[in-house]
């Protein structure tokens, strides 16, 4: 009933950037967070980020002043734009989302297919 499709993943260079982003379509009541995990091979999921519906954000340590976590115009995509990138950004990224969908009574996690973030020189 809901897909996210994820889109932005790229090979970089350490100090680069680039910009992730995932939109939510099909049937749906309601999206309550949208955010961001990452894992890396060998590594367990790590939390990124996370917009919340009235545009709060919050941040993994690591991340905080690089990352910035953002609405981009429907309340349904959300983007990641990611500066100053380091090798140990490297990872699959993967957007998630709590959904309500048409008919539903709770909020359900939704995941995106991961898009590949590779940091190399």
């Known amino acids: 009933q809901v897909q996210l499709v994820e889109s932005g993943g790229d090979l970089v260079q350490p100090g680069g950037s680039l910009r992730l982003s995932c939109a939510a379509s099909?049937?749906?009541?309601?999206?309550?967070?949208m955010g961001w995990y990452r894992q890396a091979p060998g590594k367990q999921r790590e939390w990124v980020a996370t917009?919340?519906?009235?545009?709060?954000?919050t941040y993994e340590d690591s991340v905080k002043g690089r990352f910035t976590i953002s609405r981009d115009n429907a309340e349904n995509t959300v983007t990641l734009q990611m500066s100053n990138l380091k090798p140990e950004d490297t990872a699959v990224y993967l957007c998630?989302?709590?959904?309500?969908?048409?008919?539903?009574?709770?909020?359900?996690?939704?995941w995106g297919q991961g898009t590949q973030v590779t940091v190399s020189s």
């Open positions: 998630y989302a709590l959904v309500q969908v048409q008919g539903g009574s709770t909020f359900v996690p939704y």
């Open positions: 917009l919340t519906p009235d545009s709060s954000t």
């Open positions: 099909g049937r749906f009541f309601s999206i309550n967070n």
